[in-house]
């Protein structure tokens, strides 16, 4: 304890009596710390990659023809039958747009029905609700909607073959273009 403190201790507390507290002193020894990185367990994440493509909106459908014919395939026989079909209602290959629902699906066809860019319809063996066309068709019975007229027949490779199916087609096509 150093004596200033002894002589303040004396004057304040004069006639009392008062112990002194040996300090305890340090001594100053290395302590040897073996510093270790302790590293938590964390639960592995797996962030999938996110690839982020830009939405192409569909191609409109734009006819070049105002009769448009869907077929889901077509062969070079179903073809010569539709040609058949075609000049019994004095049309040809050449008059009419030939689409397959492969290429339709791809493309917004709304906007031809919408604009009036077909004037009729004639469906092979291919619903309406495939192009995302909510029109009800019973077959072999024309629809006009908007002054588009519809028709849905079976698939040209069922007419091959059945005469009633064709006799009722001629029946259809005959009320639509004749």
């Known amino acids: 304890m150093p004596e200033n403190n002894t002589i303040l201790f004396q004057q304040l507390f004069a006639g009392e009596q008062l112990y002194v507290i040996p300090e305890k002193t340090v001594q ?9 990185l302790i590293v938590a367990p964390v639960a ?89 066309l909510e029109i009800p068709l019973n077959p072999y019975q024309t629809k006009e909607i908007k002054n588009i007229r519809f028709l849905f027949s079976d698939a040209l490779s069922e007419l091959q073959n059945d005469v009633e199916k064709k006799k009722a087609l001629w029946k259809a096509l005959q009320e639509m273009f004749l």
């Open 28 to 36: 100053n020894e290395e302590v040897s710390v073996e510093k270790k």
């Open 44 to 132: 592995e994440q797996v962030v999938s990659a996110v690839k982020v493509e830009k939405v192409q909106e569909p191609l409109h459908f734009v006819p070049n023809h105002r009769v448009v014919i869907l077929v889901d395939d077509c062969s070079d026989a179903d073809q010569a039958l539709l040609g058949k079909i075609l000049t019994a209602v004095k049309l040809n290959l050449n008059q009419v747009d030939l689409v397959r629902l492969a290429d339709l699906s791809q493309m917004n066809a709304r906007t031809a029905f919408s604009q009036n860019l077909i004037s009729h319809f004639i469906t092979f063996g291919v619903a309406l609700q495939q192009i995302k």
